[in-house]
């Protein structure tokens, strides 16, 4: 299970970046349901879940700007 909530894409945080959220709909009526990361590449990756079917959906390396917001419940 994640606890990453929300990943942001891109160097301007505030203006250009690409904001992806768990529960977003997101791609024709898929709900974004995992947001994970791999420490040992350095990747992040999104998976997407419709029908109960989850897909992965997009992957982003350490090469890019990114900014992770953690889910706080405990």
Do not use: T
Not at 24 to 51: A, P, T, W
């Amino acid at each position: 299970m994640s606890n990453i909530r929300k990943i942001s894409i891109g160097s301007d945080y505030k203006n250009e970046a690409m904001h992806y959220s768990i529960g977003q709909e997101v791609y024709g009526g898929h709900i974004i349901c995992d947001i994970l990361s791999n420490e040992l590449s350095g990747e992040y990756s999104i998976y997407i879940k419709k029908n109960n079917e989850v897909l992965p959906w997009k992957r982003f390396n350490s090469n890019m700007a990114i900014a992770v917001e953690f889910d706080l419940k405990y």
